[in-house]
T-cell receptor
């Protein structure tokens, strides 16, 4: 299956700062990538769909000015958490969809964000 | 859209015990079904999948059969190991839904 990497794997920051998380597709060109958020002991919540060369599509209730998504190339999507606050602390996971048409998705290893 | 209902956890078993984690789905049309596994501190890994009715997905001793008549995709393993301890997510996509829909996840702990 496809390989998706994320960087950093964990980050601790002060309240009010911005944090950028990178998601890379290592072995094929991904026109669409997905960003999820996961709270402890809970399921994944889709935040937005990142489309290469165009604006991201955000799910209802997700602040687009808070969570900036950029998909500048076919192998890189970034999520920037702006003016982070403790309630933004979470596990963020990106994903890409298989090109084979069977709807399989491949997930990155996740980024643990802790805002102090 | 689609929805996925998964057996509540946590589940604790002894090594070599039989495992069943129930999963049922609702969807318009015929979705593809998946089981993903998440080890502590990691992202999700695909465990197995089935794309049409009566398909059986299998991997690493785990199996699940796509049952259209009961709208189910229960995960089973005949003999669990300590290394199987993880969180398991059932998911669906397709039919009328364009995005992956996850169940709530089931925490499995296998004791030696």
């Amino acid at each position: 299956g496809a390989v998706v990497s994320q960087h950093p794997s964990w980050v601790i920051c002060k309240s009010g700062t911005s944090v950028k998380i990178e998601c890379r597709s290592l072995d094929f060109q991904a026109t669409t990538m997905f960003w999820y958020r996961q709270f402890p002991k809970q399921s994944l919540m889709l935040m937005a769909t990142s489309n290469e060369g165009s604006k991201a599509t955000y799910e209802q209730g997700v602040e687009k000015d808070k969570f900036l998504i950029n998909h500048a190339s076919l192998t890189l999507s970034t999520l920037t958490v702006t003016s982070a606050h403790p309630e933004d602390s979470s596990f963020y996971i990106c994903s890409e969809r298989s090109q084979t048409g069977d709807n399989e998705q491949f997930f990155g290893p996740g980024t643990r964000l802790t805002v102090l | 859209g689609n929805s996925v209902t998964q057996m509540e956890g946590p589940v604790t078993l002894s090594e070599e015990a039989f495992l069943t984690i129930n999963c049922t789905y609702t969807a318009t049309g015929y979705p593809s079904l998946f089981w993903y596994v998440q080890y502590p501190g990691e992202g999700l890994q695909l465990l197995l999948k089935a794309t049409k009715a009566d398909d059986k997905g299998s991997n690493k001793g785990f199996e699940a059969t796509y049952r259209k008549e009961t709208t189910s995709f229960h995960l089973e393993k005949g003999s669990v190991q300590v290394s199987d301890s993880a969180v398991y997510f059932c998911a669906s996509i397709g039919g009328s839904a364009r995005q992956l829909t996850f169940g709530s996840g089931t925490q499995l702990t296998v004791l030696p």
